[in-house]
């Protein structure tokens, strides 16, 4: 696993949900869209640096 972008990735997912949690009304919605959708980019690049062979 020499690839670690997924960490920049789940960082991002975790300034996200900070910052949905930290705001109120339409505001709060859109951070939660934008956490979920990292989650998701993060999740898939995890999965992708696991399976690439390391050399």
């Keep these: ?7 920049l990735s789940a960082l991002l997912t ?3 949900a900070i910052a ?3 705001s109120s009304g339409l505001l709060t919605v859109g ?11 993060t ?3 995890f999965t992708a640096a696991r399976r ?4």
């Design 52 to 55: 690439t062979p390391s050399e």
């Design 1 to 7: 696993m020499n690839d670690a972008s997924w960490a």
């Design 31 to 41: 951070w939660a869209v934008l956490t979920i959708g990292m989650a998701v980019v």
């Design 43 to 45: 999740y898939v690049r």
């Design 14 to 16: 975790v300034g996200f």
């Design 20 to 22: 949905a949690l930290s």
